[in-house]
Every structure is written in C-alpha cells, then in structure tokens.
C-alpha cells in the first residue's frame, strides 16, 4: 500500500518560515492535500490540489509538489499557526485515500 | 453553511457493534462523495471509508474491511458507518467528511468517540 511519510515535528521561530515535507514513492502524480488540526478540534482543510488554497485560508500558506517530495510552506509564522499538519493523496492503485502521519508544528 | 453532525458513538465490547449516523445539511447532499475518517486517542488521522454520491461505489480501509459498511440514504441526506465486529483498536473519534474536488475533504463534523473496550 501506498505509504506517505511526513517528519514527526518541526519547529520555527514567530515571522520565520516553516517547511513541512510529506514523500512518497513519485508523489509528484499524485494531487496532494494538507490539512492542520488544533488539540480538540476537527481537521481543516489549508491546501489541495498540491498548491490551491481554500477560501478564507491566508495566502502565508502555499505549497508544491515534485518527484518524491511534496512541501506545505507557511511564510511568516504566527503562534496560533501551532498545530498538528497531515499531507493527503488518493492512491489510485488501491482505492485507498492515504494520510501521512502528522507533522507537530511548534511555533518557538 | 455546510454542517455535518455524527451521532451514534458510545462504549461498547470488543465483539459488538455500532451504527454511527451523519446528518448534513447546507449543501446538495447526494453530490458529493463522503467518506468517514477516524482518529485514535493521540495518534493521526486514518481513512476508513469512502462512498460516492449515488452509494453505487464503495471503498474501505484494509482494517475495516469485511466489519464495516457504509452506506447513505440521499432522501434523508444522511451517511451510516454500520460497524461490525468491533476491536480495541477501533477505540477512535470518528469523523464525517464532505469530499470536494480531486479526493479531498472540504468539510468535517465534529466527531463522534467510540471505545471499544470490557
């Protein structure tokens, strides 16, 4: 099956940038999805379709994705930005949606 | 606004079962695709299950398959989580969500907590 993996946490100071990676074997077909999660609350939705922003989604949140890596960045980091951070793709092969593992961000 | 709003958790014993309802409103329910994801206590998200807009396509998780079944009944804009079976390792908050586009969730619920436990 198809396996996503996203590094466990990452940490930036306040108005520096944050990098948050999630490879896969040729990820780079794939449409890629990123959502954050705040402690007790319910998943949202912050890009899809690799680089897409949903409406109401700042524009400090932008992302990419190419060969075995895709990149969710989130330029000048603000504290309420701390949150847990879930790459997402369809595996076509399986008919299977795959979440990678979540990626802690802590905003120094 | 788009809501969806999980009922249906609750304790139950390793062997049990459960049916887990969704009810959703604010927008043109049988049109969307839905699938259910759960979270287990402290760990990530985990995909469970996926049904299309008219119920005619169904996908399941490999740890579910065979115990779970979803369904929707598009009259009453609603999507069911029928579980089977249930083990420990079911013990989650299980989440409704609306697929928008290419495979992603625009939309969740807020959650509904099953444990599974003696």
């Known amino acids: 099956s198809y396996v996503l993996t996203q590094p466990p946490s990452v940490s930036v100071a306040p108005g520096q940038t944050a990098r948050i990676t999630c490879g896969g074997d040729?990820?780079?077909?794939?449409?890629v999805h990123w959502y954050h999660q705040k402690p007790g609350q319910a998943p949202v939705l912050v890009v899809y379709d690799d680089s897409d922003r949903p409406s109401g989604i700042p524009e400090r949140f932008s992302g990419s994705n190419s060969g075995n890596t895709a990149t969710l960045t989130i330029s000048r980091v603000e504290a309420g930005d701390e949150a847990d951070y879930y790459c997402q793709v369809w595996d076509s092969s399986s008919d299977h949606q795959v979440f990678g593992g979540g990626t802690k961000l802590t905003v120094l | 606004q788009v809501q969806l709003v999980e009922s249906g958790g609750g304790v139950v014993q390793p062997g049990g079962f459960l049916r887990l309802s969704c009810a959703a409103s604010g927008f043109t329910f049988n049109s969307y695709g839905m699938d259910w994801v759960r979270q287990a206590p402290g760990k990530g998200l985990e995909w469970v299950a996926f049904?299309?807009?008219?119920?005619?396509?169904?996908y399941y998780a490999d740890s579910v398959k065979g115990r779970f079944t979803i369904s929707r009944d598009n009259s009453k804009n609603t999507l069911y989580l029928q579980m089977n079976s249930l083990r420990a390792e079911d013990t989650a908050v299980y989440y409704c969500?609306?697929?928008?586009?290419?495979?992603?969730?625009?939309?969740w619920g807020q959650g509904t907590l099953v444990t599974v436990s003696s």
């Open positions: 969500a609306k697929l928008g586009g290419a495979w992603y969730v625009d939309y």
């Open positions: 040729n990820i780079g077909s794939k449409s």
């Open positions: 049904i299309r807009s008219d119920g005619n396509n169904k």
